[in-house]
């Protein structure tokens, strides 16, 4: 595969700075470029990406795709924001919306084609996402029809983050079961320690940890199929079953013998960082925190993630040990604009060319075929792949994130963290479902 050449070019490209072909020089079919060269020449073309990741994850991604930029000659500019879901509308509608924005909603993504804001994928990017992603990763991005965008990373959710040096000094058991996982919750707080840690502010998106909780939850009591129902709306979001799930997750997140380890009481949760959510782990403040693969990004300067390391992640068990279904999320890219360069980049970010030079860089996981394993810059990394890519594996994506957006990006965050600030389960569910869309 192309993939591979680009690989080993790619790392020559890296290597030295000053034999890498700056934008425009016309100098494409050198040694350095020679992966890139059937993503044509763009001297002079800029292409603006905006985008909900940031931070360390933003820098990497820039530095993973700066060979291709160079080499085609173009400037890629990037935006990352934690207010992406509210201030990509504003632009669309002020008339000012990016060449690419990168999805986190299928939902949302939706919303944005059926306004006929967002153009349809090249025939490239088509054929490289049917190489490269299972069917059901390709329609997430398909609306009425119409192919809009590959998937670009991905995200095992179904993640409890511990200390394994606490866990071998406590002579604590990485549990198998919900009932086991609650045995434990109990015998960490008889310690003295709070159990669990949690943070759910993420500006305009606060609350999307705690949907994160009940959708693994849901998952796990409904199965996949039950699953599925709800995320349709075929099951209604007051259903008792919902409600259990929900009350299931606030044995934990509403109880003040069990959070907020290191910030405070059940309300602590709601201004607290997601970034931050799980930092006390490291000071011993708390022992768990349930939060995604990506998670590993968040953690302090120094810190080792491995097995023997400083942190490190377990499954979140269900009632069924032989069950393991997978809750995860990603990214889509789609466009604007249909410019000859803004699809020369979608079509490198469908690449496998791009996942596993961003893989190398550090902390990143993708779900598509011809990513090497091997790549990844942390066991947990890893770990993910090889959940993503085996045949066994029940995934399903993060379910708010396939709503509509009014209700996934927008009540169900809200009603969540009404949620952990004191209002009850019925009432938030009620709100929610008197929020879906009526037609």
Known sequence: MAGTMGLALLATACASSETKPSAGDGNGTSAECAAFTKYGKHDGKTVSIYSPIRDTEADLFEKAWKPFAECTGMKITYEGTGEFEAQIQVRADGGNPPDIAFFPQPGLLERFARAGKLKPASAEVKKLTDEGWSADWAKYATVDGTFYGAPLGASVKSFVWYSPKMFTEKGWAVPKTWDELMTLTNTIAGSGVKPWCAGIESGDATGWPATDWVEDILLRELGPEGYDDWVSHKTAFNDPKVVAAVDKVGAILKNEKFVNGGYGPVKSIASTAFQEGGVPITEGKCALHRQASFY?????????????????????????????????????????????????????????????????????????????????????????????????????????????????????????????NGKDTKTILDYIEASWPKS
């Open 296 to 420: 590993a990004n968040f953690w302090p300067e120094g810190t080792k993630v491995a097995q023997d390391g400083d942190v490190f992640a377990f499954y979140l068990p269900g009632n069924d040990p032989a069950k393991k279904p997978v809750l995860g999320a990603g990214e889509f890219v789609a466009a604007f604009t249909d410019r000859p360069e803004v699809q020369a980049v979608q079509a490198y970010l469908a690449s496998a060319e791009f996942p596993n030079a961003r893989m190398k860089l550090g902390t990143y996981v993708s779900a598509r075929k011809g990513v090497d394993p091997a790549n990844a810059q942390n066991p947990i990394d890893k770990l993910s792949i090889e959940m993503l890519q085996d045949p066994s594996t029940i995934f399903r994506f993060d379910g708010s994130d396939l709503m509509p957006a009014a209700v996934g990006a927008g009540t169900f965050w809200k009603g969540m963290t009404d949620w952990i």
